[in-house]
């Protein structure tokens, strides 16, 4: 690890001020469940670390005029996990349980989640976030790597877990600076992008902002649900995931909106499997039919291919998750499908 | 009891031998009192960093240093070796080639950074599975081999050439057989992952340098450092009190462990010197890799009568592979050919991993076996115990049944069984049964203990030993305490010094024999000194006497408390050293082991997710000294056997030979949730436990792969070939069997 100045500002304002425009000088701490491990493996290194975890403004969740909950990006997960308000967001507390780390669980925060770094190999063991523009990846082991979104150079896959199921839900970010008075509120997923030149990131957030809530819509009495599927019950990021938020009125799907997780350098929003769903009963038929639908442009690379296969099962078994329609499996909780 | 022949209480007479006894230094362990080698911290140290080569074939041609120097607080860059013109050839992605000392671990990362390398990449190969272009490439060694048939099937003629007259026999053979088999198999080579890194914290005190050393080797890597540095194992003192993981690569002082030797001489300050997490994956050792390709022919009974491979696989650039004696496993049938081929490959060497060759071996033979089972239609344990009828002795044949009878019983084998793939299948789960069996030595290694009885009735041992996790200081302490008749508190065991009596490594299943042999020894020794001064005093004869309940005298009759029997030695303490040496006939201990092993998995055939439900381990270890850790060592080993057949695999890219997966968030390891129940069986008979102790560590990390590989191949019907069995393997060959 390499030297740096430590900040501790107790008001997002004063946070702004010592964060750089300049993309590297400074890096954000939050848990630090992310930045502790590629600061020490020297991937990332700033000057100065600003430790946002002592302001208050972000460290609550408050309920808004519309009933939409405020969540700051310094709550730790199973402060979110804990909250009464937040029981209606199944979606997001499965995925929260599914990390199944306690250190992460109460160390990680939901800004850190939802913008920590591509876990790609070649990243972390510092080859650039593109590797030789996405050759690296090509021609080397991709067997965790991107299916979906592709075919530029970024091949990894987008970090977030909570991401699918937020943006499923709608969920909207408070972005604030870079000046002092500046401020926007935007869709969840409008943060994430795919880079097309090294050096950029995959985030849209500049070095000089602070996400600073999450703002996840009033309950609409969606179904919704997340499932991800994991080889072991660790912290280790699922092979796949998806989730899905569903208006289903009379057994038949009016609305629906699927995500899936760690299958392109973002999280991928699968249009066509809404599409397949809308105005269809739910049935194992339907969510088999969605999960095809929603991998049906898959572009696998040359280890991967076993990734289709399991982003539609986690299509497939978030909406039957979502409709009540699974069964958890026996003692160890492998979830069968009945 | 006063005589000293060498012997173990019976068991009816046994006070603390045998018994369930927490590890006395347990509380320490996991509160963080226990201070290892990575937390000692030395006044006015320097921390030292080390830069890895980031290539897995190449030459460096150069360091500058001069960058590096000039960060501040960096005090000193020491080459690892040095730089010919021509440049050095490294072979290992990770290999070290420079260390950077600093007041500050961050300064010497920063130095490590700051270092500039000039490298010329060399052609790489990293496919261990891949023969065929390995032996193209000219990167294979032969690993050697040879044919053992029945006397009855002659030997070749004077005009036969040799090699074609051995194929027809085998083909004759496979031609007999009412079934055949023929499969491939393999395991991934993988890490050895210890918890604690490999390092040291060191410093010279004159000319004798004083080690702090994570090792499982204290009494003889002094010589390693005397060696590399020019100097005599006596001018070298070693220290080690706890050891956060060896698993068989922490023998040696290691080159990095000289080359902190080395700094602090040239700086004149202490050193710390551990590996990172990455170095400590990429060079603190590895398993090597097997693969197998396999013809095997069984009698009508599914007896196997022939068996026939060649095996390859990989231990880095020196070109080795599973030993070829390990090979067919336990089940040796009349008739068998074996080869083996090393794969040359751009990785570390590998270094012992706990019971070497065995696992690897087990896990390709034995998965042959289920497959012939899976082809008859039959159970396999019924094929299992069959072909017992080609194990080397009656007894062991009869000993391996039992064992597999008790260990169906726990895992409820005759209610859970099915044929290969064809079990109810939930949804999208199927679960499957399956099973190995397994052999290890476990001699004693040589050791030697000085005991103190001081007259105040204090009692210390010392012994150049260490706790490699088997709980060595509450085996030292139970076998003293159960000859003295003391509570175990009542001793003070001492042991993690070169300067202590020398004790032999903790490699191979030897040290809990080697401690209970030499404790046992002493505690003996001094029992008929201190026995001679309580039958005067008692005016009985010396060896009616027997130590019991804190005193010492006829059973039932006179006796004096412990402290007055000590007492009795006037004023000096009483001083003993005994000695066992490796392979010396004992009463205290023995060796050859056996062990049977059954999984049962359910799988998810759409995910390829595999989730044990139950392991068991039925094992036979001789006489056992401390039931709950022993059973503990079980417990670790099948976790450890779930990690490498679920989890772990070392991951070289194909084309860079990097190793991708070198650090913890990408190696990955088996949690709580993925272990299931683990249910543990100690097969000790009195005809087992007359032969006193066997060591216990390798054995039960060993058949648990083929267990696991058989069960998911009963549950899916078709073979996952390759250990580990990860989703995307098992998606993989599913996908591959419908075609």
């Given amino acids: ?338 | 009891m006063a005589e000293a022949t060498y012997s173990w209480p019976p068991r009816d007479k046994s006070e603390i031998i045998g018994k369930r006894v927490s590890r006395l230094d347990g509380m320490d362990k996991a509160t963080g009192v226990a201070k290892y080698t990575y937390d000692v911290n030395l006044d006015n140290q320097l921390i030292v960093r080390a830069l890895d080569c980031p290539h897995a074939h190449c030459r460096v041609k150069s360091v500058d240093a001069s960058k590096a120097m000039q960060v501040d607080d960096v005090v000193h860059v020491h080459l690892i070796k040095p730089i010919p013109e021509e440049g050095l050839e490294i072979r290992a992605h990770g290999t070290l080639i420079a260390a950077v000392a600093a007041e500050t671990e961050a300064a010497a990362a920063e130095g490590v950074a700051a270092l500039e390398v000039s490298y010329e990449m060399l052609d790489v190969f990293v496919n261990d599975a891949d023969l065929e272009t390995a032996a193209k490439l000219k990167r294979t060694k032969p690993a050697g081999g040879g044919i053992q048939l029945d006397e009855s099937l002659g030997e070749p003629g004077d005009d036969d050439d040799e090699q074609e007259w051995e194929d027809k026999i085998i083909q004759q053979l496979l031609d007999q057989a009412a079934h055949v088999v023929e499969g491939e198999y393999g395991v991934d080579a993988i890490t050895h992952c210890c918890l604690e890194p490999h390092g040291a914290t060191l410093r010279w005190n004159g000319d004798k340098l004083e080690v702090e050393l994570s090792t499982q080797n204290v009494s003889r890597t002094d010589d390693g450092f005397a060696g590399a540095l020019e100097i005599t194992a006596d001018d070298v003192d070693v220290h080690c009190d706890y050891v956060g993981g060896g698993f068989g690569s922490k023998f040696q002082p290691n080159y990095w462990g000289i080359a902190a030797a080395k700094i602090s001489k040239k700086t004149g300050r202490p050193v710390k010197f551990m590996l990172t997490r990455d170095q400590e994956l990429k060079i603190g050792g590895n398993r090597p890799s097997g693969f197998i390709k396999v013809r095997l022919g069984a009698d009508s009974d599914g007896v196997v009568q022939v068996w026939d491979s060649h095996h390859w696989g990989t231990s880095g650039f020196n070109g080795s592979t599973v030993s070829v004696g390990t090979v067919p496993y336990v089940y040796v049938p009349k008739n068998y050919r074996r080869k083996a081929t090393g794969i040359i490959t751009d990785n570390e060497p590998s270094v012992a991993w706990r019971a070497p060759n065995h696992p690897q071996a087990c896990a390709l033979c034995q998965t042959a076996y289920d497959d012939l089972a899976a082809k008859m239609q039959a159970d396999s344990l019924d094929i299992f115990l069959r072909n017992l009828a080609n194990i080397d002795t009656a007894e062991k044949a009869d000993l391996y049944a039992q064992q597999l009878r008790i260990g169906a019983d726990l895992i409820g084998w005759r209610e859970h069984w099915h044929l290969h793939g064809q079990g109810t299948r939930r949804g999208s789960v199927v679960e499957g049964l399956g099973l190995g069996i397994h052999k290890w030595g476990g001699t004693a290694n040589s050791s030697s203990c000085q005991l103190k009885i001081h007259p105040d009735g204090g009692v210390e041992s010392y012994c150049g030993t260490q706790d490699l996790g088997t709980g060595t200081r509450t085996v030292c302490a139970m076998v003293l305490a159960e000859t003295f008749g003391l509570p175990i508190d009542a001793v003070k065991v001492n042991i993690g010094s070169s300067t202590f009596p020398f004790s032999g490594a903790s490699g191979g299943s030897t040290t809990v024999g080697a401690v209970a042999e030499s404790h046992r020894r002493a505690a003996q020794d001094a029992f008929v000194e201190l026995a001679k001064g309580v039958a005067q005093k008692l005016n009985v004869a010396a060896d009616s006497l027997e130590a019991s309940a804190g005193r010492i005298g006829i059973p039932g009759g006179k006796s004096l408390s412990w402290k007055e029997a000590c007492g009795l030695m006037g004023i000096r303490p009483l001083e003993v050293t005994s000695n066992y040496k490796r392979g010396d006939e004992s009463l205290l201990s023995g060796s050859g082991v056996g062990g049977i092993q059954m999984a049962r998995v359910a799988v998810d055939l759409d995910t390829g997710q595999v989730q044990l439900k139950k392991m068991v381990a039925v094992q036979d270890m001789g006489l056992v000294i401390n039931r709950k850790t022993a059973e503990s060592q079980i417990y670790g080993a099948l976790i450890m056997a779930i990690s490498y057949s679920l989890f772990e695999q070392r991951i070289n890219d194909q084309k860079t030979g990097a190793f991708v997966n070198s650090e913890l968030d990408h190696y990955r390891l088996p949690r709580l949730g993925d272990v299931g129940e683990l249910v543990v069986h100690f097969h000790e008979p009195e005809s087992e436990r007359k032969r006193g102790v066997i060591g216990l560590g390798e054995p039960p990390v060993i058949s648990g792969g083929a267990a696991i590989s058989n069960a998911v191949c009963n549950a899916t019907g078709v073979r996952v070939p390759v250990l580990p069995l990860t989703p995307k393997r098992v998606l993989d060959t599913l996908r591959t069997a419908k075609g």
Avoid at chain 1, 137 to 154: Q, T
Avoid at chain 1, 167 to 182: C, F, M, N, T, Y
Avoid at chain 1, 183 to 192: A, F, R
Avoid at chain 1, 210 to 216: K, Q, S
């Fill in chain 1, 1 to 338: 690890m390499k030297n740096f100045e430590y900040a501790a500002p107790l008001t997002e304002l004063d946070a702004l001020e010592l964060l750089s425009p300049e993309a590297g000088q400074t890096a954000v701490l939050a848990g630090g469940a992310d930045l502790v491990g590629l600061m020490k493996r020297m991937v990332e290194t700033p000057e100065r670390v600003v430790d946002i975890g002592k302001i208050e403004s972000i460290r609550n969740i408050e309920r808004d005029s519309q009933n939409g909950l405020w969540v700051g990006a310094a709550v730790h997960l199973d402060e979110f996990q804990d909250h009464p308000l937040t029981v209606i967001y199944p979606a997001i507390n499965q995925v929260i349980q599914g990390i199944s780390s306690i250190q992460l669980q109460s160390q990680g925060t939901i800004g850190g989640e939802l913008l920590q770094r591509p876990s790609c190999w070649y990243y972390r063991n510092g080859q650039g976030l593109l590797a030789d523009e996405g050759q690296m990846v090509v021609e080397g082991d991709n067997r965790f790597h991107a299916i979906l979104g592709n075919r530029g150079p970024a091949k990894f896959v987008s970090a977030s877990r909570l991401a699918p199921a937020m943006i499923s839900l709608g969920a909207r970010v408070r972005v604030a600076g870079p000046g002092k008075d500046e401020e926007q509120i935007v869709d969840l997923e409008s943060l994430y992008c795919s880079p097309q030149k090294e050096g950029q990131r995959e985030h849209t957030l500049r070095s000089d902002q602070l996400l600073t809530h999450v703002i996840l819509p009033a309950d609409r009495g969606l179904l919704s649900a997340a499932y991800e599927v994991r080889h072991g019950e660790g912290p280790d990021p699922p092979l796949a995931a998806a989730a899905v938020a569903m208006e289903v009125a009379n057994g038949v799907v009016q609305q629906a909106k699927i995500v899936l997780g760690q299958v392109a350098p973002i999280p991928w929003i699968a249009p066509a499997a809404a599409r397949a769903l809308r105005g269809k009963p739910l049935s194992e038929a339907t969510a088999q039919q969605a999960g095809l639908e929603a991998l049906s442009r898959a572009n696998p690379l040359s280890q991967n291919e076993y990734k289709v296969q399991l982003a539609e099962v986690a299509v497939r078994r978030a909406i039957l998750r979502a409709a009540g329609m699974t069964r958890e499996g026996s003692k160890h909780g492998l979830p069968s499908l009945i």
